[in-house]
C-alpha cells in the first residue's frame, strides 16, 4: 500500500526583510484510497504545503520529512517527485504559449512512465478522457491553458491526473472558479482517479461543496502553519456551519 508521510515539516519563504516560517511542524499520512480534505482561513498555510510538497524553490524545507513509500521526497528534484508518483494540480494553473496540449500531455506521460505511449493507443486515450471531463477535442492542439477560462484551465489539470495516474495527487483549491456544471465534472473525474483504492488524495478547499461530491474519508483544519484538528467527514459540516472562529480567534474567518 502506497504511503505519504509528512514528518513535523517546516517551512519558510524569503521576504524583503528575512526568511518568514509558515509551515510550522505539519504532520500528516495519507495512504493509498484515502482521501484527505484540508480547510482552512486564507493565509494559513495550506498551499505552502502543497508547493513545498512538490518542491517549488520559493519555499524552503527547513526541517521534517516528506517520504513517499519510505523514500525521502525532499532529496529528489521535481521530475523526480513526479516520477516517484506525485501531483499537483495548481490553484492558478500557467499558461504555457507555443506549446500545443497534446504534445504537454504525451511529453509528461512519455518522462513518467519510462516510454513513449504507442499513438494509435494514446490517441485513443486522450480522446476518452477529454470526453469524460466534456473538453472539446479542438483543445488538444491549443497552447496549454492559454486562453481558457478558469474552469477549462482546473478541467486540463484533472485531464492530466487522468492520463498520468500518480499515486498521491494534491489539489490546490480545484473547486475555485468552477460553476456548478464544472464542479460537477471534475469531482467526477477525481472520483474516476481513486477509483479502486490505489490511489490517495490529498484535497485543499475553503468549501464544503466539492466534499458533497468528492467524500473525504479524513477532515484537517489547518491553521497558523499547522493542523489543529481532525475529523470525518462531520468536520467539514461544522466548518460550514460555525466558519474557522474557534480556531484563529478572529470573527474575519468566521464563514467558510
Known amino acids: 500500500m502506497a504511503t505519504l508521510e509528512i514528518k513535523d515539516l517546516h517551512v519558510s519563504v524569503s521576504t524583503d526583510d528575512e526568511p518568514k516560517e509558515i509551515l510550522k511542524g ?15 482561513p486564507n493565509g494559513s498555510g495550506k498551499s505552502t504545503l502543497a508547493y513545498a510538497v512538490a518542491g517549488h524553490p520559493k519555499y524552503e524545507v527547513t526541517s521534517g520529512s516528506v517520504l513517499l513509500d519510505g523514500e525521502e521526497v525532499l532529496e529528489m528534484s521535481v521530475d523526480e517527485r513526479a516520477r516517484a508518483g506525485l501531483f499537483l494540480a495548481m490553484q492558478y494553473p500557467v499558461e504555457v504559449p507555443g506549446v500545443s496540449m497534446s504534445n504537454f500531455l504525451r511529453s509528461a506521460a512519455t518522462a513518467v512512465r519510462g516510454e513513449a505511449p504507442k499513438i494509435r493507443h494514446w490517441v485513443k486515450e486522450v480522446k476518452e478522457a477529454m470526453t469524460d471531463l466534456d473538453i472539446d477535442p479542438s483543445f488538444a492542439e491549443r497552447s496549454v491553458n492559454e486562453g481558457f477560462s478558469g474552469g477549462e ?24 472558479g468552477l460553476d456548478v456544471d464544472a464542479l460537477r465534472v471534475v469531482s467526477d473525474g ?18 464544503t461543496r466539492i466534499l458533497k461530491h468528492i467524500a473525504p474519508d ?39
Not at 482517479?193 to 475553503?206: N, P, Q, S
Open 218 to 256: 479524513h477532515v484537517h483544519v489547518f491553521a497558523g502553519g499547522r493542523i489543529v484538528e481532525s475529523g470525518g467527514a462531520e468536520l467539514a459540516d461544522q466548518l460550514e456551519r460555525d466558519g474557522y472562529v474557534r480556531f484563529t480567534g478572529s470573527k474575519e474567518t468566521a464563514a467558510v
Open 153 to 176: 484551465k482546473k478541467r486540463h489539470e484533472i485531464l492530466q491526473l487522468d492520463l498520468l495516474k500518480p499515486k498521491f495527487a494534491i489539489l490546490d483549491e480545484t473547486d475555485s
Open 190 to 207: 477525481v472520483n474516476r482517479y481513486t477509483a479502486g483504492g490505489e490511489r490517495g488524495v490529498l484535497l485543499i478547499t475553503h468549501y
Open 26 to 40: 505539519v504532520d500528516l499520512t495519507v495512504r493509498a484510497g484515502e482521501t484527505h480534505a484540508i480547510m482552512g
